[in-house]
């Protein structure tokens, strides 16, 4: 079955550097646009980047410039490198299609996420 696996979440410093892996498993990832999200304490899930099949990269307005999207079709993963980092970019971190989440048992399905602090 499908399965989402985030991690590379860590504590780090303003200014300071991190890099997020995402893992899918269970259905072809190579023919998914895919994208990260993110969920800060108290506020709704937001689209940060995507990337489609071929590589085309998007960002939202407030981590352009900071952060890069890449994909690695043979290993069925997406990894996005964060720097630069901000308080404001404190939150759990997650990846699934672009669009639409993928769907498991009739449902949309999403990983557990990676948590992403960035504090002095």
Not at 20 to 39: E, V
Request: hydrophobic content about 30%.
């Amino acid at each position: 079955q499908v399965q989402l696996v985030e991690s590379g979440g860590g504590l780090v410093q303003p200014g300071g550097s991190l890099r997020l892996s995402c893992t899918l498993s269970g259905t072809i990832f190579s023919i998914l646009p895919m994208a990260w999200y993110r969920q800060a304490p108290g506020k709704q899930r937001e689209l940060v980047a995507t990337i489609t099949t071929g590589g085309n990269t998007n960002y939202a307005d407030s981590v352009k410039g900071r952060f890069t999207v890449s994909r690695d079709n043979a290993k069925n993963t997406m990894h996005l490198q964060m720097n630069s980092l901000k308080p404001e970019d404190t939150a759990v971190y997650y990846c699934n299609r672009d669009l639409t989440p993928l769907q498991r048992d009739g449902y949309s399905y999403w990983g557990q996420g990676t948590q992403v602090t960035v504090s002095s």
